[in-house]
C-alpha cells in the first residue's frame, strides 16, 4: 500500500495548481486522471483581470495578477518549457461613447494599470475598426496545452499519476483517511471540473457547466502582434495561424464541436475581420461554471479531510493559482475560507 498525503482527483489547471503548492511544500500526492474531456486543454489560455464587455474589474483581480507571473515563471523553470507569451490586447471601439466609457474606466484605481490612453489608431486594413482601439497593457497567454503535456510527463516520470478513470465505488473511508486501491491517504481533493457531476459524494448542481468552442484560422495578410477584441478575439499563434472565440452554451453538455458555434464564430469574426481566412482546426470544451461565477473551495461539509477545488469557469490560468494557494493555506495553515468561496453556499434550499 502507497502512503500519501493527497490523493489528487483531476489534473487540469486547478489540480496542477494544487500539486505544486504541495510539490513545494514537499508533501507527498499521487494523481489519478485519464487525459478525457480537459477544459483547460482548449482553453484560450489568456490572463486579464479586466472584463472588457463592461470594463470592471474582476473578482479578487490583485491577488490573482499577483500570483500569475511568478507561478508560470517557476513552472517554466521546473519543467524547461516556455509557455507565458506577452501580449497587449486591443479592444475595439464601436462609438465615441464607448470611448468615453474607457476614459472613465481607465481613471479607475483597479484599472490604470491596464487601461491605456490615449487610444490607438486602427492602421491594419485587414480589421475594421474606424473608432480605433483601446489597448490593454500587462496581460497575456498560457500555453495550456504545452503546460499541462510537460506536467503530465512529470507525474509520469516519477510514479506520481494513474492514468485512469476514477472509480467512487473503490474509494473506502478509514478513521485516519482514505484508501483507494494500493492507495492510502489522509486526504483526497476532487478537482474534476465539470466532470464533477458525476461524482455522488457532491450535489451535481454546483458546477454548471459552460460549453465553449474555438476556431483556429489561417490568415496570411492578417499580420496582427497583439490580440484583438471585439465581439470575439483573435489571439495570434504564429505562422499566420490565430485562436478565434469563445462560444457560451449553457444547454450543451456534449464535447463535440458544433456546426452552429462554428457559424455563430464566423459570423461575428466577419463583422470586423476584412481579408481572406481558412477554419483548420475547431476544439470545444464545458468550463465549470457557478452560479455566481465563484470558484468552489474547502473541505466537504460532512466528510472530513475530503476537498473540493472547482468553478474556475472562464479565467482558469489566472485563478487556479489564487484558490490553490487559498486553499493549500487553509488546509495548513488554519486560514479561514471566506463563505463566498464554500460548497454550502451553493447548495443552499
Not at 131 to 136: I, L, R, S, Y
Not at 268 to 295: N, Q
Request: charged share 25%.
Amino acid at each position: 500500500m502507497q502512503k500519501v498525503d493527497f490523493i489528487i482527483v483531476g489534473c487540469g489547471l486547478a489540480g496542477l495548481a494544487f500539486c505544486e503548492q504541495l510539490r513545494k511544500a514537499n508533501k507527498s500526492f499521487h494523481v489519478i486522471d485519464n487525459q478525457n474531456n480537459n477544459a483547460s486543454r482548449v482553453a484560450s489560455g489568456l490572463y486579464n483581470p479586466v472584463v472588457l464587455k463592461r470594463l470592471n474589474f474582476i473578482w479578487k483581480g490583485k491577488e490573482q495578477m499577483a500570483l500569475v507571473e511568478t507561478f508560470y515563471k517557476e513552472l517554466e523553470e521546473f519543467l524547461d518549457i516556455t509557455i507565458d507569451e506577452k501580449f497587449n490586447i486591443l479592444r475595439i471601439l464601436h462609438s465615441n461613447e464607448e470611448k468615453n466609457d474607457w476614459l472613465v474606466a481607465a481613471d479607475d484605481s483597479n484599472l490604470k494599470n491596464y487601461l491605456t490612453i490615449p487610444f490607438i489608431q486602427n492602421d491594419n486594413r485587414c480589421i475594421k475598426a474606424p473608432f480605433g482601439f483601446g489597448k490593454v497593457v500587462n496581460t497575456g497567454k498560457i500555453d495550456t496545452e504545452t503546460l499541462l503535456d510537460a506536467y503530465f510527463n512529470y507525474l509520469k516520470n516519477n510514479n506520481l499519476i494513474s492514468l485512469e478513470k476514477f472509480n467512487y465505488s473503490d474509494l473506502e473511508f478509514q478513521q485516519d483517511g482514505y484508501t483507494y486501491r494500493d492507495l492510502s491517504a489522509k486526504n483526497i481533493l476532487f478537482a474534476e471540473g465539470h466532470g464533477v457531476i458525476h461524482n455522488p459524494f457532491f450535489n451535481p448542481d454546483i458546477v454548471n457547466g459552460t460549453k465553449g468552442e474555438l476556431l483556429v484560422i489561417n490568415a496570411p495578410r492578417l499580420k496582427l502582434h497583439s490580440i484583438i477584441k471585439s465581439s470575439v478575439f483573435i489571439i495570434p499563434l504564429g505562422n499566420d495561424d490565430y485562436l478565434v472565440g469563445s462560444t457560451y452554451n449553457w444547454d450543451d453538455k456534449t464535447w463535440q464541436p458544433t456546426t452552429k458555434a462554428k457559424e455563430e464564430i464566423v459570423s461575428k469574426l466577419d463583422e470586423f475581420l476584412v481579408c481572406e481566412y481558412k477554419i483548420i482546426d475547431h476544439y470545444a470544451g464545458i468550463r465549470p461554471t457557478t452560479k455566481d461565477r465563484r470558484p468552489i473551495i474547502g473541505e466537504h461539509p460532512d466528510k472530513q479531510n475530503m476537498y473540493i477545488i472547482n468553478g474556475l469557469g472562464t479565467r482558469g490560468v489566472l485563478i487556479a493559482p489564487y484558490v490553490a494557494q487559498t486553499l493549500f493555506g487553509s488546509i495548513f495553515n488554519g486560514i479561514n475560507l471566506d463563505y463566498e468561496l464554500s460548497y454550502n453556499r451553493l447548495i443552499k434550499t
